[in-house]
T-cell receptor, first 114, second 113 residues
Framework: DVKVTQSSRYLVKRTGEKVFLECVQD?????MFWYRQDPGLGLRLIYF???????EKGDIPEGYSVSREKKERFSLILESASTNQTSMYLC?????????????FGPGTRLTVT | AQSVTQLGSHVSVSEGALVLLRCNYS??????LFWYVQYPNQGLQLLLK??????LVKGINGFEAEFKKSETSFHLTKPSAHMSDAAEYFC???????????FGKGTTLSVSS
């Protein structure tokens, strides 16, 4: 079974702090994604990566950056956390061999910025 | 551009009743469509996917969905609801770039005994 793990289930940070959210997948997937989930808004794509050191902006990249130094690991960085970044963050991964693939999701990190 | 619209943010059914969750899509190319389920405090799990092989798609836990091109719909159904089906359900379409999914806003399913 594919496994996507996220470093924390719950995280509380203060405004202005630099925050790192880590995601690791164990199935050698090329693609990795970071989504933000808010009530009534569904999932919105922040960034995705289709290869090591490659990244693409999603729909809401402002205030975020990412890093992918190894194929299995994709990090989301909040340079200076703000209260409007309080949310659930979901990481996902997928193969890149065809359009038929599915995305596999981690359990999520619920981030609270105070 | 691709998009999906889920009709109804909240659906309530009785145990044993039919479940119908609605999804309409917009796509400039033949769509690849997905339904995911999210149980409380968990990540998303794939229920089923449409990849043009068959218009009626069967998924896990007794769910199925029918692709109707004329109606641009991909509604999710289950003949008999179970208490364990209570969760949030997301419809998604493959983005035009072929890498990222575009999700609907979700429908919360409640099941009462």
């Amino acid at each position: 079974d594919v496994k996507v793990t996220q470093s924390s289930r719950y995280l509380v940070k203060r405004t202005g702090e630099k925050v790192f959210l880590e995601c690791v997948q164990d199935m050698d997937h090329e693609n990795m994604f970071w989504y933000r989930q808010d009530p009534g808004l569904g999932l919105r794509l922040i960034y995705f990566s289709y290869d090591v050191k490659m990244k693409e902006k999603g729909d809401i990249p402002e205030g975020y950056s990412v890093s992918r130094e190894k194929k299995e690991r994709f990090s989301l960085i909040l340079e200076s956390a703000s209260t409007n970044q309080t949310s659930m963050y979901l990481c996902a991964s997928s193969l890149a061999t065809s359009f038929f693939y599915e995305q596999y999701f981690g359990p999520g990190t619920r981030l609270t910025v105070t | 551009a691709q998009s999906v619209t889920q009709l109804g943010s909240h659906v309530s059914v009785s145990e044993g009743a039919l479940v119908l969750l609605r999804c309409n899509y917009s796509s400039s190319v033949p769509p690849y469509l997905f339904w995911y389920v999210q149980y409380p405090n968990q990540g998303l799990q794939l229920l089923l996917k449409y990849t043009s092989a068959a218009t009626l798609v069967k998924g896990i836990n007794g769910f199925e969905a029918e692709f109707k091109k004329s109606e641009t719909s991909f509604h999710l159904t289950k003949p008999s609801a179970h208490m364990s089906d209570a969760a949030e359900y997301f419809c998604a379409v493959m983005g035009q770039a072929g890498t990222a999914l575009i999700f609907g806003k979700g429908t919360t399913l409640s099941v009462s005994s």
